[in-house]
């Protein structure tokens, strides 16, 4: 409807006086529909040539008009962002980010090049503390300082774990006979002997700069021993093993912050040794818990034979050496592992059992529960309960992990504090960062703390939830046979919804570092669960209070039975369960799920929406993770080219079975090919050996050669584009122009290698043979190989984890010694 200007003149000119000077301008009432403040102009406006323009009339006003709304709304986001990251900050945003950049600071340290020096640092969180002082009215620069100084404290903390432990590596491998005082000992699931040694002296010879302990395994060992005897045998040194593969787990390092400087084994039969015990109250308290801790474990495998008894220690002792690996294997496939280590799962249910059977036992005293503070009391008791179970599980890192978090929480309780909050959790992790900073590039850190996050963020948000809508019921409403039901549901729901939420959160972690995420995860905790809380841990804990009166067989029986249920769902669900391997997970798609997760827990306002498109470039990114075409062990003794269907062609017929399935599993690879031997035609990417010379076409069209013979290497040369020597040699080298050479002194210098090709495959090399095709295809191997792409383990060895590596034969060119077959005779001087 429109209203001429004629039709207002009259009726200004009614009134008389009150008349106005009419206008020619036209209004159309659609536009009262719109907000003004959402478009964030006027409705109309007036032209130069007096008349007023409308927006929203015809296709051009509507986009005019959507435009302006857009842009108003992105006005309004811009406006809300500051006070959005005001309300994270009131709600205590800030503190729960502290040890996420702590720990930024921790891995900024170890992925370093070089070793960072001290005073850098020190004087560096000196400089920041001045500007976070003097910037006391800017509150945006004071967070910034913040931040960096929790970046700079993460980086101090771990350069001085590093140099806390400062471990002494052995360099290079040595037979030599070792007199040394027994740490740990636990039997393995072969009926071998794993064992732990402080070495107190070497001879024959003599090491100058030898390991202060070391881990070695043994055939036999002599009766009747237990911790802080002394053991003197032949054994065989070798240094740690680097990555099996580039971004892969370094036994290396983690073994430099546990103190052990060599792995070994035993040769011959070694004997008891007189050795001094160890000097201190507190040597001999943790000498006498594990004395506890190993008569606890033959006494649980006295009750529970089999491997239900080797989980039932596992459980108890911390020793599950003697789980078979295909049980492992069940575990994982079915996401029951975290059952077999000491964790946050073992600490809470120790801690909960302790908890409730003190506030039962109080109910029966009204008087006592009505005076005194029951609970708090509850406690202090269980805190001390789980500290017992700490030093009896051996102290794991994973178990002091969780017992951290655990007595957080615990001394929440007992000043009135909630005991399950992200602010406790970010407690416990400023703690475990500050003392053990090296443990946040495990899984073990990364898993825990997720999973925990993640129940917290959840059930916080199903308690707001739940509170909004109004969906609270009362127990005492459901009455007569439907009261076990629902509760059952209840407690089987509630397993279930914590698996998912739990395992979604830490498969992230599982993904990149064991490449699995145990797809029917949910179902098996939701089946096994309940039996470990119900049947297995409860009678754990019945069984070592009944042990002072002989009476643990029952319990420890009961506990078997739980235990060889759980074995039976783990296999169960496993063999039904689809691969759960997703594939190689680069660093980068790594940190861009960290930093979505964490923003996606840690935040309340419409802020964490930022995570998902993090989470979904990560994800594409992980999709596209490129495979290497070549992998090259550390020792140059084992290579693998990776076949056009997916498989792994080896350059021998028995390589080592670990790495070989770490590269099935991390590569996502079909079957392992073995060469094909003097006589056999080899067929597409085979490896053709002969004579001590391996040779193969990788799909690309290069040729691949391998020997560890010094006098096949002009052969090798030869024939190869790219060549690996696995001897060592003065200068190795090729006369040939334009070859790529691997050699032994490399490779146990950087570790284990990927070799990728930035150029496609050539097909012309089978096209074509031709002289022009000839000439074609030298051209394109020629451009493929110039693009090579070669990726270390470890790279420059330089860090006092990976140092020792400069001291290998192999390092210094020198060829290896060879141990004799015969065991020589030990009996003389033992």
């Known amino acids: ?21 009419s206008t020619d301008e036209k209004t159309s009432e659609r536009l009262f529909w719109f907000q003004p403040e959402s478009l964030g102009q006027p409705l109309v406006k007036t032209s130069g040539t007096g008349t007023i323009d409308h927006y929203g009339v015809g296709s051009n006003g509507r986009v005019a008009v959507f435009k302006r709304s857009v842009e108003g709304k992105l006005q309004a986001i811009a406006h809300g962002i500051p006070a959005a990251i005001n309300d994270e900050i009131a709600r205590g945003a800030k503190f729960l980010f502290l040890p996420v950049f702590a720990g930024t600071g921790a891995i900024l340290y170890f992925g370093a090049s070089g070793e960072p020096r001290l005073s850098p640092m020190i004087l560096g969180i000196t400089l920041l503390v001045g500007f976070y002082l003097l910037a006391h009215n800017r509150p945006s620069i004071r967070m910034v300082c913040l931040g960096f100084m929790a970046i700079t404290a993460g980086m101090v903390c771990a350069k001085l774990e590093t140099n806390r432990a400062a471990t002494p590596m052995l360099g290079s491998e040595v037979t030599t006979r070792v007199t040394g005082r027994i740490s740990a000992l636990a039997k393995d699931a072969n009926g071998g002997w794993r064992v732990i040694l402080d070495v107190i002296g070497t001879e024959r010879p003599s090491l100058r700069y030898g390991p202060e302990r070391i881990a070695v395994s043994a055939r036999h ?27 892969n787990y370094d036994f290396a390092f983690n073994n430099y912050y546990r103190g052990i ?34 008569q606890l474990t033959h006494r649980i495998l006295k009750s529970i034979k089999g491997e239900p008894g080797d989980i039932a220690t596992s459980l108890v002792t911390g020793q599950r050496d003697g789980i078979s690996e295909e049980t492992n294997n069940a575990m994982r496939r079915s996401g029951l592992s975290h059952i077999l280590s000491i964790s946050g799962f073992h600490m809470a249910l120790v801690a909960a059992i302790s908890i409730g059977s003190l506030r039962a036992v109080f109910a029966f ?35 002091q992990r969780s017992f951290v978090m655990l007595a957080v929480m615990l001394l929440a309780m007992t000043v009135d504090r909630a005991a399950i909050s992200m602010r406790n959790l970010a407690i416990a992790a400023s703690i475990t960062i500050a003392v053990s900073p090296h443990e946040i590039l495990g899984p073990s850190f990364q898993m825990s703390y997720s999973a925990t996050a993640a129940l917290i963020a959840f059930y916080s948000w199903w308690s707001r939830y739940h509170l909004r809508r109004g969906l609270r019921k009362q127990t005492s409403a459901k009455a007569g046979i439907w009261l076990f039901p629902s509760k059952a549901t209840a407690y089987i729901g509630g397993i279930a919804m914590t698996s998912l939420v739990a395992g979604g959160a830490s ?110 470039l990560a994800i594409g990114l992980t999709g596209r993770a490129s495979y290497p075409a070549i992998v090259v062990s550390e020792d140059g003794k084992l290579v693998a080219l990776r076949t ?29 090919i073995k060469p094909a031997m003097k006589g056999d035609v080899a067929s597409g990417a085979q490896f053709e050996c002969a004579d001590k010379l391996c040779t193969a076409r990788e799909p690309g069209g290069l040729i691949v050669a391998y020997t560890d013979d010094a006098t096949r290497t002009a052969d090798a040369c030869l024939e190869g584009d790219i060549i690996i020597l696995a001897f060592a040699a003065k200068a190795p080298n090729c006369p040939n122009a334009g070859k790529l050479l691997l050699s032994s002194q490399m490779l146990a210098l950087k570790g284990a290698a990927e070799i990728r090709f930035d150029a496609p495959q050539s097909d012309s090399v089978k096209a074509d043979s031709t002289p022009v095709g000839t000439d074609l295809a030298k051209q394109e191997l020629s451009q493929r190989l110039n693009s090579v792409d070669i990726k270390y383990a470890i790279g420059t060895p330089n860090r006092p984890w990976n140092n020792y590596r400069i001291y290998s034969r192999a390092a210094r060119n020198l060829e290896e010694r060879q141990l004799s077959k015969k065991p020589p005779d030990t009996s003389n001087k033992m």
């Open 1 to 21: 409807m429109y209203h001429s200007g004629a039709v207002v003149q009259g009726h200004w000119q009614k009134w008389g006086s009150m008349a106005e000077p």
């Open 221 to 247: 060992l002599p009766r009747d021993l237990s911790i802080g005897d002394g053991l003197k045998a032949l054994v065989h040194l070798r240094p740690q093993s680097g990555p099996v593969r580039p971004a």
């Open 261 to 294: 400087g060599a792995n070994g084994f035993l040769l011959g039969l070694p004997q008891k040794a007189n050795v001094a015990p160890k000097a201190g109250i507190a040597a001999a308290a943790f000498l006498t818990i594990s004395n506890i801790r190993q």
């Open 365 to 399: 005293f009204p008087s006592a529960s009505a005076r005194y503070p029951v609970k708090k009391l509850a406690a202090v008791i269980a805190l001390f309960d789980s500290a017992f179970y700490l030093l009896l599980s051996g102290a794991d890192v994973a178990a």
């Open 507 to 616: 498969s992230i972690f599982a993904a990149y570092h064991f490449n699995n995420t145990a797809p029917f995860g949910l179902v098996g905790n939701a089946l096994a669960l309940p039996i470990v809380s119900i049947l297995v841990m409860p009678f754990a804990v019945l069984g070592l209070l009944a042990m002072p009166f002989d009476l643990d067989w029952l319990p420890f029986k009961i506990m078997g039975w739980g235990i060889e249920i759980v074995i039976a769902i783990a296999k169960a669900v496993a063999s039904h369960s689809p691969s759960g391997n997703l594939g190689l997970m680069s660093e980068t798609s790594l940190i861009l799920m960290a930093i979505g997760l964490l923003l996606l827990l840690f935040l309340s306002t419409w802020l964490r929406l930022l995570a998902l498109p993090l989470v979904a």
């Open 644 to 672: 056009d269907d997916d498989h792994l062609a080896i350059n021998k017929q028995a390589g080592s079975a670990f790495s070989l399935d770490n590269w099935q599993l991390g590569y996502r690879a079909g079957q392992i």
